[in-house]
Structures are given as structure tokens and as C-alpha cells.
């Protein structure tokens, strides 16, 4: 599959956004998906992933309680809702697909090695 990320902009501290992933060229219905980002200079960080079936989800530390990935297989979307944003949460955003098909269907990746395609990336800023 081919992942378009988008969504990302401008948002003032405090707002919300939510990022969209879509695949093209095939079903996500095997795929768990994540959410990283990244900053100059540093790694690509997890900040949430989904089983394929929806049903499993976990979230880096600095986006519970503030970010809800959901996903409509129908749909072949995954999103990412960010509420409450902080300046420390401007980032390019990168959404990936990792197949599971021999997995769990509530197996959920969290490391970056394990998902095999990727989407573009779609900024993130934030301003105080």
C-alpha cells in the first residue's frame, strides 16, 4: 500500500488538529498503523499505534491523554486527533504500515524497524 499523510498546519497552542492517513493501492485491513514524528536533528519518535483491527492502541507518554488514533478500514484512513497542543508538539509527522496479516489482529508495533511503508510526512507547527 501507498500511505498519503495530511492534515498537519499552523495551530496556536491549546488547538487541535487531526492528521489524516490514507492508503492507496490496497486495503489497510492487514496493516497496524503508527504515527511518528520527527524534528531536525533528532530520531523518528512514536507517538501513537493501532492494530488493524482497532482494537489495541498505545501512545507515547507525551501524547496520552491528549491524542486519539482511530482508523476506518472501510475508509482505509487512519487518524490522529491533537488536542491540546504544545510548542514541544511541532514535528513532521509520519504515518506507517506495518502488515500484520501472519500477526494478531490486535498486535500493536511500536518500533520503527517493523512498519515497511510510509507515508510522506505532513508538518506539524505550533505556535505559544
Known amino acids: 500500500v501507498q500511505l498519503q499523510a495530511s492534515g498537519g498546519g499552523l495551530m496556536q497552542a491549546g488547538g487541535s488538529l487531526t492528521l489524516s492517513c490514507v492508503a492507496r493501492g490496497g486495503s489497510l485491513s492487514h496493516h497496524a498503523i503508527g504515527w511518528f514524528r520527527q524534528t531536525p536533528g533528532k530520531e523518528r519518535e512514536l507517538v501513537s499505534s493501532?492494530?488493524?483491527?482497532?482494537?489495541?492502541?498505545t501512545y507515547a507518554d507525551s501524547a496520552r491523554g491528549r491524542f486519539i488514533i482511530s482508523r476506518d478500514n472501510n475508509k482505509n484512513t487512519v487518524w490522529l486527533r491533537m488536542d491540546s497542543l504544545k510548542p514541544e508538539d511541532a514535528a513532521v509527522y509520519y504515518c506507517?504500515?506495518?502488515?500484520?496479516?501472519?500477526?494478531?489482529?490486535?498486535?500493536?508495533?511500536?518500533?520503527?524497524?517493523?512498519?515497511?511503508?510510509w507515508g510522506q510526512g505532513t508538518l506539524v507547527t505550533v505556535s505559544s
Open positions: 506507517g504500515a506495518d502488515d500484520v496479516s501472519y500477526y494478531s489482529d490486535t498486535y500493536v508495533p511500536v518500533l520503527e524497524y517493523e512498519f515497511e511503508e
Open positions: 493501532i492494530s488493524s483491527g482497532g482494537g489495541s492502541t
